[in-house]
Nanobody, 122 residues
Framework: QVQLVESGGGLVQAGGSLRLSCAAS????????MAWFRQAPGKEREFVTA??????NTYYVDSVKGRFTISRDKNTVYLQMNSLKPEDTAVYYC?????????????????WGKGTLVTVSS
């Protein structure tokens, strides 16, 4: 069993920063890439960013380019979020891909965390 546990969410004012973490535990698994998705109230879950575990290559959707940074270390993936906007308000989910799916990811992943809420006030 693989567990992904997100942390670091909270309430922040517009223009502020947050750093999310996602720790993997349980049985060892070969992760091809790790990703962050988010789901805003009343909207579908959307892909935000991903990182290839071996190479460190990254991908960002246009709405977060230049503001968000994904990184990884040992069994943890991070999402540094700067210059936050009210439209970034969402539950942020960490996910793992062990099959080598193409980017941008469309939401079918192998393992998911339960999410952490980020609220950006105006």
């Amino acid at each position: 069993q693989v567990q992904l546990v997100e942390s670091g969410g909270g309430l922040v004012q517009a223009g502020g920063s947050l750093r999310l973490s996602c720790a993997a535990s349980g049985r060892t698994f070969s992760r091809y890439s790790m990703a962050w998705f988010r789901q805003a109230p009343g909207k579908e879950r959307e892909f935000v960013t991903a990182i290839r575990w071996s190479s460190g290559n990254t991908y960002y959707v246009d709405s977060v380019k230049g503001r968000f940074t994904i990184s990884r270390d040992k069994n943890t993936v991070y999402l540094q979020m700067n210059s936050l906007k009210p439209e970034d308000t969402a539950v942020y989910y960490c996910a793992a891909d062990v099959q080598g799916r193409s980017w941008p990811l469309v939401g079918i992943m192998d393992y998911w965390g339960k999410g952490t809420l980020v609220t950006v006030s105006s």
